[in-house]
């Protein structure tokens, strides 16, 4: 009985973890998409330099902007 209480305390930590960080994402993706479009444009990116720095390798579909889903490559 006791291994399945750890087991069950790890996995609702780890599921508190992933869900922090998820809110976390989330508010630095905003915060970086200035006119809330739902993409960091090159221009947005300026306020940081290392989002700048590594741009162009988080923009896998290479369109000059960066999706939630590639900007999530960050966290």
Do not use: C
């Amino acid at each position: 009985r006791n291994i399945t209480m750890k087991t069950l305390n790890t996995t609702l930590a780890v599921l508190v973890l992933a869900s922090s960080s998820a809110a976390y994402a989330a508010v630095d993706f905003a915060s970086f998409d200035s006119n809330s479009d739902g993409v960091i444009s090159m221009e947005e990116a300026q306020v940081n330099s290392q989002l700048v720095k590594i741009f162009k390798d988080l923009d896998t579909d290479g369109n000059g902007e960066l999706s939630k889903e590639e900007f999530a490559k960050v966290q």
